[in-house]
């Protein structure tokens, strides 16, 4: 090294310079085609999570046979030894599941003819054993109309002048309906309901599909159904809420819905569907609610005053409201964790660490699964859980800050992963304060 800086002193000044010039020149391309490979394989892997999710299932489990076709990191860069322990399971047999014996039955006799009945030895054949065969029939919607007939009643002798505080024409009063004014039933609204929210059946298809019944209902009319629906429910809905907010846990997200025809919006604009989960443990509710924006209004006003877990992903909007309610604690969610890792074994050539990653995020699964499996008292249970996943989780912290200082290009699916874990580790360990 000496002698080569001594060489260079004795150069002419002048090719001295150049060669400077030329060894910074390629130490800038070297640094630039650093960064262009980094940024081809930040795209690729983003190109390949695009296309697995437009295309594959949506099931996280992981296809081991796909990674015998694709480079994956040496076993030996794991700081230990992966084991699996299985548990005692049974077999299922094969063949078709039994006919729940809830239906109802109808049975169809079927003999054979008068003249078969007869042997040859000249007596009568005898009944004495049969064969059931089982096949599952269904009856199609049938749709018939109500005729609510109010009968009404006069006094022909003083046509109402006896009885003047009552009027002349008595009659029974108008049934209660969920829509006054209206041709549909509370089980015909009920059916629509069910079909476009839980089956996922659109309004145009079930005009259709009332057609081949012989019945025009219109899409118009079960839209307007639909709104004057949620108009009475809303008290329900109001009840739905305080239960989730009387519980000590609850979980939120929000998820970007497409709104088309939307009035003062563009129907490339995006809204969002609020889901908010929790109350009972045993009966938990449901409750969703659309808003245009994802912004701090919807989850400030619906989280007001509550005080108890709220298990969330990383979005910052729900540590504004933390920060802002006292009786909040923010817990992590280790699925939209394990989501990531999930995502870049799927997109990443190299998906060794990756997989590392899910794997020790198991561990955890496992634990839980297993330890709930026991039925403990919730105070053995906390204390059994701990004992048992306080090791894992210190090893995944170290090897999280391990890879995230020497080997993860933060950009990459991976580094994502590693980051978006590390900013919620004192959420994520939170889970263990509670049962």
């Known amino acids: 090294m000496e002698l080569a800086q001594a060489r260079r002193e004795q150069l002419d000044p002048e090719v001295l310079s150049y060669i400077e010039q030329m060894e910074a020149s390629v130490a800038e391309e070297a640094k630039r085609h650093a960064a262009l490979s980094a940024r081809y394989e930040q795209l ?10 437009r295309f594959a299932r949506s099931s996280e489990k992981e296809t081991y046979q796909q990674a015998l076709f694709e480079e994956t990191e040496h076993a030996a860069t794991a700081e230990e030894e992966q084991t699996t322990t299985v548990g ?5 047999k094969p063949g078709r599941k039994p006919i729940d014996e809830q239906l109802p039955r109808v049975d169809i006799l079927h003999d054979i003819a008068e003249e078969e009945k007869h042997c040859a030895c000249c007596h009568q054949l005898e009944r004495f054993d049969e064969e059931v065969t089982e096949r599952i029939q269904v009856i199609p919607e049938q749709m018939y109309v109500e005729r609510h007939i109010r009968l009404k009643y006069a006094c022909r002798h003083c046509e109402g002048s006896g009885d003047e505080q009552k009027p002349a024409v008595r009659i029974a009063p108008v049934p209660p309906s969920m829509i006054p004014g209206s041709i549909v039933t509370a089980g015909l609204l009920a059916f629509v309901l069910v079909n476009k929210f839980v089956d996922h059946l659109p309004f145009y298809r079930q005009e259709a599909r009332f057609e081949r019944l012989g019945m025009h209902i219109s899409r118009q009319d079960m839209s307007n159904w639909a709104m004057a629906a949620a108009k009475k429910l809303a008290p329900l809905i109001e009840l739905y809420r305080e ?23 563009k129907n490339t604009t995006k809204s969002y569907m609020w889901l908010a989960r ?6 938990p509710v449901c409750l969703y609610h659309y808003e245009p924006t994802r912004g701090l209004a919807y989850p400030a006003e619906f989280l007001k005053d509550y005080a108890g877990y709220l298990q969330a992903d990383g979005y910052e909007v729900y540590d504004r409201v933390a920060a802002a309610e006292p009786g909040i604690t923010l817990v992590g969610c280790w699925a939209h964790a394990r989501r990531k890792f999930h995502e870049a074994a799927t997109a990443s050539r190299k998906a060794g ?11 955890l699964y496992r634990i839980e699964e297993e330890l709930r499996a026991e039925q403990l008292a919730p105070e053995q249970f906390m204390a059994k859980r701990r004992e048992l996943t306080e090791p894992i989780l210190e090893s995944l912290r170290s090897w999280l800050e391990k890879k ?32």
Do not use: F, N
Request: proline fraction near 7%.
């Open 44 to 53: 690729l892997q983003e190109y390949r999570l695009v296309i697995y999710k």
């Open 88 to 92: 005692p399971h049974e077999r299922k």
């Open 243 to 265: 239960r989730i907010r009387g519980g000590s846990g609850m979980q939120m997200d929000e998820a970007p819905v497409q709104v088309l025809e939307e009035p003062g919006r």
């Open 278 to 283: 929790g109350g009972p443990a045993e009966t």
């Open 353 to 363: 660490a990756a997989r590392e990653g899910l794997e020790r995020i198991r561990k």
């Open 404 to 435: 995230k200082s020497e080997t993860v290009v933060p950009s990459s699916l991976l580094g994502k992963a590693v980051g978006y874990t590390l900013s919620q580790w004192e959420k994520l360990v939170r889970y263990l304060e509670h049962p």
